[in-house]
């Protein structure tokens, strides 16, 4: 087929937009969607010192390629990228989300499971079973990134969820009944690193394509322990309707978007966690399982 802008061979069809697009328009068009959320959210600062979210995935791969691209010109921002080995058995070598970050100037920063709470994710997983081993490989996995980003200086986090990612957390909790996790915007503070999300209104198909194009990565697979039963359920369920009407993972990110802007004012009825500020009364489960896992590792 041929793009639909240049009639040059297009590499990709866009159903939502019902376009055909060639290598150097479909990278344009991703381009403008991420810097749009940038600007939007305002993500950029000067002075920024910015640390890429690093599994090894294509995501991450596409976001740290990105992020080098956006800044090239930038001296006063500064891009690294933070890789949590979980030790585990029979996956990656972490070193192979280290040697992504081949590009000049670019810092990887190791942080491990084993070395900062005692057990690697294997043990945790012997430990609670496969369905409670996502969540505190998460909670972990996130409370070190946090802890290491405050360390090294780092301003902000950059994640590589995509706008399925969105579309699924948005989903799930609606069929969760979680409303104070759809209308609350990120909750930073002195202890809280801000994440942010550039390719939050991209499909994944797109950010996996960007990634094989820019980055040379067509690796999609998913990180151990993350998906239970449910996640699983209603990802496959968005993936079919999808087929079928193409705009739907658009229109979640549009309903949370649309809830934080109207519902805001509930947010100060929250009660948040006496630690970290999540929405809880008391000592969130996060912060309980962190001093659980860290107590039985020492």
């Known amino acids: ?16 937009s019902g376009q055909h697009l060639c290598k150097q328009h479909f990278e344009a068009d991703f381009e403008r969607k991420a810097k749009h959320e940038i600007r939007s959210h305002h993500w950029l600062s000067p002075g920024d010192h910015i ?3 690093l599994p090894g995935d294509a995501n991450s791969s596409a976001l740290l390629c990105f992020l080098k691209k956006l800044t090239s010109s930038r001296r006063d921002i500064q891009i ?15 070193g192979i989300a280290q040697g992504i970050t081949g590009l000049p100037g670019v810092e990887c920063i190791r942080v491990s499971f084993a070395e900062k709470t005692g057990m690697t994710a294997d043990e945790i997983a012997d430990w609670k079973g496969i369905v409670l081993a996502g969540t505190y490989c998460r909670v972990i996995r996130n409370y070190l990134l946090n802890k290491t980003a405050i360390e090294r200086g780092v301003t902000k986090l950059s994640s590589g969820d995509d ?3 969105m579309a699924v957390s948005v989903m ?7 409303p104070e996790i759809l ?6 503070g002195p202890g809280k690193i801000p994440v942010i999300h550039p390719f939050i209104a991209i499909p994944k198909k797109e950010v996996a394509l960007y990634s094989a194009l820019c980055a040379g990565s067509n690796d999609i697979f998913r990180r151990p322990f993350t998906s239970g039963p449910f996640e699983t359920d209603v990802r496959e369920m968005l993936d079919n309707f999808t087929l079928r009407h193409p705009a739907t ?7 949370k978007k649309n809830l934080e802007s109207t ?9 948040t966690c006496e630690r970290c500020g999540e929405p809880a009364e008391g000592i969130c489960v996060s912060c309980r399982i962190i001093d659980e896992v860290t107590s039985h590792g020492s």
């Open 1 to 16: 087929m041929q793009c639909d802008k240049c009639r040059r061979e297009a590499v990709l069809f866009q159903e939502y």
């Open 51 to 53: 640390a890429v979210v």
């Open 80 to 94: 690294s990228a933070i890789s949590v080995d979980e030790g585990r058995r029979d996956y990656r070598d972490p």
């Open 163 to 165: 706008l399925d990612d």
């Open 172 to 178: 799930k909790n609606i069929l969760q009944g979680n």
């Open 183 to 188: 209308i609350r915007t990120d909750l930073t």
């Open 249 to 255: 993972k658009y229109a979640l990110m549009n309903l």
């Open 263 to 271: 519902c805001f004012t509930k947010v100060d009825s929250v009660h």
